[in-house]
């Protein structure tokens, strides 16, 4: 396993400092934001396409410090009700799968999206309960009449640019928020479709991401290092579906946590475990989001975290047995 960090909160430094600054912490891989909401300068989309030389400069800032590009980011909604909205997230998407296949990063990310009650809506639905039946009426026009349709012909386009693994966030507010949401639109869809395994979001939702790790065996392309933490003092009188912002910290039923701030160093052992019992061995991406720490502490004191509980060799043989 290796130690890597999303590196959009690094945006105030230039590309090569920031990978200087990770390298000398000993992070291993970097993802990009390339597209969506997650754009950046740090790989910028159209000059990226348009160049090759660009490419080869971006390819030997990274290898050069001995690190690896794990995954590209291009999160957004893609089908959005907004038709404007909805067709800008799709060329970046498409944009950022083109680029992944011309710098030979496998793993392209996104957020499966969410689209409106019916047709004609201009904002997302999601919906969290199944009555009054209007609810059970919405999904059914979403999954089958937007989302399974979008992303068959978005698994076609990206296997014919080469890329075999689009991992998606389970992100409440998105139609795939859940292990079975996933494996739902990996069914419908196919094998392209897997997960960029975030726990926090899980958390909250009161998933146990071990068993999440379980239940998605074999569909696992990326995973993010982000902890949460639950506010009992808030949660049990208001629930965690909490809609404040995330800079009212003291009101929330939750907030996101540099990894081993919201669950002990015991959860993130079993989770490393599970990753690797379903063989899983890649790169965990610290993505700060840690709204109590500076980027520089967050990210110091998670990555020193990762360091002592990744599984850095392979796997070992019984030899005892």
Same mark, same amino acid.
């Given at each position: 396993?290796?130690?890597?960090?999303? /590196?959009? +909160?690094?945006?105030?430094?230039?590309?090569?400092?920031?990978?200087? $600054?990770?390298?000398?912490?000993?992070?291993?891989?970097?993802?990009?934001?390339?597209?969506?909401?997650?754009?950046?300068?740090?790989?910028?989309?159209?000059? #990226?396409?348009?160049?090759?030389?660009?490419?080869?400069?971006?390819?030997?800032?990274?290898?050069?410090?001995?690190?690896?590009?794990?995954?590209?980011?291009?999160?957004?909604?893609?089908? %959005?009700?907004?038709?404007?909205?909805?067709?800008?997230?799709?060329?970046?998407? &498409?944009?950022? +799968?083109?680029?992944?296949?011309?710098?030979?990063?496998?793993?392209?990310?996104?957020?499966?999206?969410?689209?409106?009650?019916?047709?004609? !809506?201009?904002?997302?639905?999601?919906?969290?309960?199944?009555?009054?039946?209007?609810?059970?009426?919405?999904?059914?026009?979403?999954?089958?009449?937007?989302?399974?349709?979008?992303?068959?012909?978005?698994?076609?386009?990206?296997?014919?640019?080469?890329?075999?693994? +689009?991992?998606?966030?389970? %992100?409440?507010?998105?139609?795939? $928020?859940?292990?079975?949401?996933?494996?739902?639109?990996?069914?419908? =869809?196919?094998?392209?479709?897997?997960?960029?395994?975030?726990?926090? %979001?899980?958390?909250?939702?009161? @998933?146990?991401?071990?068993?999440?790790?379980?239940?998605?065996?074999?569909? @696992?392309?990326?995973?993010?290092?982000? !902890?949460?933490?639950?506010?009992?003092?808030?949660? /049990? /009188? %208001?629930? /965690?579906?909490?809609?404040?912002?995330?800079?009212?910290?003291?009101? &929330?039923?939750?907030?996101?946590?540099?990894?081993?701030?919201?669950?002990?160093?015991?959860?993130?052992?079993?989770?490393?475990?599970?990753?690797?019992?379903?063989?899983?061995?890649? =790169?965990?991406?610290?993505?700060?989001?840690?709204?109590?720490?500076?980027?520089?502490?967050?990210?110091?004191?998670?990555?020193?975290? #990762?360091?002592? @509980?990744?599984?850095?060799?392979?796997?070992?043989? =019984?030899?005892?047995?």
């Amino acid at each position: 396993m290796r130690t890597g960090v999303f /590196t959009v +909160i690094l945006q105030s430094l230039e590309l090569d400092r920031a990978l200087d $600054y990770l390298a000398g912490l000993g992070v291993e891989a970097v993802e990009l934001g390339a597209g969506g909401y997650a754009r950046s300068a740090h790989c910028p989309l159209e000059s #990226l396409l348009g160049s090759e030389r660009k490419r080869k400069e971006l390819l030997r800032a990274v290898h050069s410090r001995g690190l690896r590009i794990s995954a590209l980011n291009a999160a957004g909604n893609p089908i %959005h009700p907004n038709r404007k909205l909805a067709a800008s997230f799709d060329q970046d998407f &498409r944009r950022v +799968i083109r680029l992944a296949n011309q710098l030979e990063v496998e793993v392209v990310i996104n957020f499966s999206g969410c689209p409106g009650g019916a047709p004609g !809506d201009k904002s997302p639905n999601w919906v969290t309960c199944p009555w009054p039946p209007d609810y059970l009426k919405i999904l059914d026009y979403q999954w089958n009449k937007v989302v399974v349709p979008y992303w068959r012909k978005t698994a076609v386009f990206a296997r014919r640019e080469g890329v075999k693994k +689009i991992a998606l966030e389970m %992100h409440p507010g998105f139609v795939v $928020y859940n292990p079975e949401t996933l494996l739902k639109l990996r069914r419908a =869809v196919g094998p392209v479709i897997g997960a960029n395994f975030d726990p926090s %979001h899980l958390f909250w939702q009161g @998933i146990d991401p071990c068993a999440a790790v379980r239940v998605l065996r074999g569909a @696992i392309w990326h995973v993010h290092a982000k !902890d949460t933490a639950i506010h009992d003092w808030n949660a /049990t /009188t %208001h629930g /965690t579906l909490d809609a404040k912002h995330y800079g009212d910290e003291l009101n &929330r039923s939750w907030i996101f946590r540099t990894v081993g701030y919201g669950h002990p160093r015991h959860f993130w052992c079993n989770f490393v475990s599970a990753l690797r019992l379903v063989g899983y061995d890649g =790169v965990l991406s610290m993505e700060h989001e840690d709204s109590l720490m500076t980027p520089r502490e967050g990210l110091e004191k998670g990555i020193r975290f #990762l360091q002592s @509980i990744l599984l850095h060799e392979p796997k070992g043989k =019984v030899t005892w047995a």
